[in-house]
């Protein structure tokens, strides 16, 4: 089974709208961190935010946050007031606290229109 | 900027070719990583060291090398290396290598092509 799910391939949204980039995961471990990257087209990931599975609050990093429901399993991130600058890949990640593994999702690549 | 440099950015290499990518941190992390991308995929793990140890080899061809010097360096060398092999291999370090809190920073990555 996947562990981490991002089921849109690609997004769009207007420059200086909000965008919500979708993530699932599955695990049985209570204790688990999130995180996503972006990664434009030069390579570099370059870490966002995280969320920590005991965290009672959203994470928020600037114009991202992490729209966490721990019953949904669900880790999705919002960008706010797009800019064309966001134009990447999104990966969604987990690490679990039993593991060795860092999992990444599929990707999604947000485009960002003028 | 990242903190996590790797250099070179590109390297063109032919099949028959010995060379090394190489990777330097100056956070005190603990755990460096080398990751290998393939074009619109995510990143898949290669190799972990830990504390200067290799922690995890998953499985990588020997014709992929790693070492670490010490703890600020790491270095991946190529040898008799194939096409398929051409990728974005990405470095990592974190603080350490296990707890679901920790952070995993990247270099640019270095673009590699067989030729």
């Known amino acids: 089974a996947q562990k981490i799910t991002q089921t849109q391939p690609g997004m769009f949204v207007q420059e200086k709208e909000a965008v919500t980039l979708d993530c699932t995961y599955d695990?049985?471990?209570?204790?688990?961190?999130l995180f996503w990257y972006k990664q434009p087209s030069s390579g570099e990931m370059i870490f966002l935010i995280y969320?920590?599975?005991?965290?009672?609050q959203n994470a928020t990093e600037g114009r991202y946050s992490l729209n966490f429901q721990k019953a949904r399993k669900s880790a999705n991130l919002v960008i706010s007031a797009s800019q064309l600058g966001d134009s990447a890949m999104y990966f969604c990640?987990?690490?679990?606290?039993?593991?060795?593994?860092?999992?990444f999702g599929t990707g999604t690549s947000l485009t960002v229109i003028p | 900027d990242t903190e996590v440099t790797q250099t070179p950015k590109h390297l063109v290499m032919g099949m028959t070719n010995k060379k090394s990518l190489k990777c330097e941190q100056h956070?005190?992390?603990?755990?460096m990583y080398w990751y290998k991308q393939k074009a619109k995929k995510p990143p898949e793990l290669m190799f972990v060291?830990?504390?200067?140890?290799?922690?995890i080899n998953e499985s990588v061809p020997s014709r992929f090398s790693p070492e670490c010097p010490n703890s600020s360096l790491l270095n991946l060398h190529l040898h008799a290396l194939q096409p398929e092999d051409s990728a974005l291999y990405l470095c990592?370090?974190?603080?350490?290598?296990?707890?679901?809190?920790?952070?995993?920073?990247f270099g640019e990555g270095s673009w590699l092509t067989v030729v």
């Open positions: 969320q920590g599975s005991y965290d009672q």
């Open positions: 956070m005190g992390h603990r755990a």
């Open positions: 990640a987990m690490r679990e606290n039993t593991g060795n593994q860092f999992y």
């Open positions: 695990t049985s471990d209570p204790s688990y961190g």
């Open positions: 990592a370090s974190s603080p350490w290598h296990r707890d679901s809190g920790n952070t995993i920073y």
């Open positions: 060291y830990s504390y200067e140890k290799l922690s």
